[in-house]
């Protein structure tokens, strides 16, 4: 039994994001907001809605009363912004979460998807990381702001579902790329950071300075695989059914993790972007700045055994992601 369907109304906020464009696109895919059938996305942009105003959130989601709910939309950023930002990264990521999961129960949403992050783990949590893993242990200092904020999201749908049987789930992602990331030079997560930083540097002829030893390891999620993950689960997967799957305590879980499952060292990613990007030049480590989290990679088997899986290797995902890039926006000025 499909728990969409094509005639719903369905709410993507923050549908201009990396994440948010890409789960429109696999909506749009699998035929659902098509007019024709009754349905309609809706993707107002941050000027026709700004989340962060709760009144207007309100009126809106009263107004418009949306079936569907997917909420992709938070503020994001490498460790440079989140060290530098840590009350934006709380307060902002609180009030977004709290303001449209709260007016889609209160309007009667049929379903919700809450979108997360796979930082909200422990630093240290055994590896691969079990979903039983949360607040286990300490938070990675570098991104607890966010993390924080995002584990508060997923408990918000767990208690609405607990208290007043709110039919919301939640995906914890692991690192994203792909069209339409941000390249900002000090405000990005760490693919795209590499892919402006070498894309530069060949431009230039020069070295490339890469923070940290190298060592820590991370998984990579392309973002159409994303979309396709958040479709999928949104048509099989609700907390509220007797086959939902279950923490090992037996209480049905709250949250999934979504990811490929296979992890590589950061000095491996930086030369598969090096050859993705044409750069034949020196890179240098610098240990003066901070690695993050020694190793994260996900346990992503329950959402495997239910029959979803990425398809989207890493050396495909970068070559498309490289020349979204160079088509960027982002890139006026830097080339003349």
């Known amino acids: 039994m499909c728990l969409i369907q094509p005639s719903d109304r369905i709410f993507v906020a923050g549908a201009r994001g990396m994440a ?3 789960i429109v696109r696999a909506l749009r895919r699998s035929g659902y907001g098509d007019p024709a059938k009754g349905g309609e996305l809706l993707t107002p942009s941050r000027q026709e809605l700004n989340l962060l105003d709760d009144m207007a959130v309100r009126h809106w989601m009263y107004v418009q009363k949306p079936d ?3 909420l992709a939309a938070a503020t994001v950023g490498g460790i440079e912004a989140n060290r530098s930002r840590p009350a934006d990264f709380l307060l902002e990521n609180l009030r977004i979460e709290t303001q449209v999961i709260e007016a ?15 930082c909200i783990y422990p630093k240290f949590a055994e590896q691969p990381i079990r979903e039983e ?10 991104n607890a702001w966010y993390a924080t904020a995002k584990i508060a999201g997923i408990k918000l749908c767990e208690a609405l579902r607990l208290q007043h049987g709110f039919d919301a ?6 690192n994203l790329y792909g069209p339409g990331d941000n390249y900002h030079p000090t405000g990005s997560h760490v693919l795209p950071a590499l892919i402006r930083r ?4 060949k ?25 396709e993950a958040c479709v999928f ?10 086959d939902a799957p279950q923490h090992d305590e037996g209480t049905p879980l709250a949250f999934l993790n979504v990811g490929t499952g296979i992890d590589l060292s950061i000095r491996e990613l930086a030369e598969h972007v090096a050859a993705a990007v044409g750069f034949e030049g020196e890179i240098h480590w610098d240990h003066s700045k901070p690695d993050g989290t020694p190793k994260k990679q996900l346990d992503v088997s329950r959402l495997a055994a239910m029959g979803w899986q990425a398809r989207i290797a890493l050396t495909e995902g970068l070559a498309s992601t490289v020349t979204d890039f160079e088509n960027s926006k982002q890139l006026r000025g830097l080339d003349r």
Do not use: Y
Not at 133 to 142: Q, V
């Open 133 to 142: 893993s949360l607040l286990t242990g300490a938070l990675e200092p570098t």
């Open 198 to 201: 070498f894309h530069e540097a």
């Open 68 to 70: 569907v709910v997917v």
């Open 169 to 174: 789930i939640s995906l914890m992602p692991t």
């Open 203 to 227: 431009l230039r002829a020069e070295s490339v300075s890469c923070w940290g030893t190298g060592t820590p390891l991370r998984e990579f999620l392309h973002a159409d695989d994303l979309g």
């Open 104 to 118: 889609a129960w209160r309007n009667d949403t049929r379903r919700l998807l809450f979108l997360g992050s796979s």
């Open 20 to 22: 948010g464009s890409a």
């Open 233 to 242: 689960a949104l048509e099989h997967w609700s907390a509220l059914s007797d």
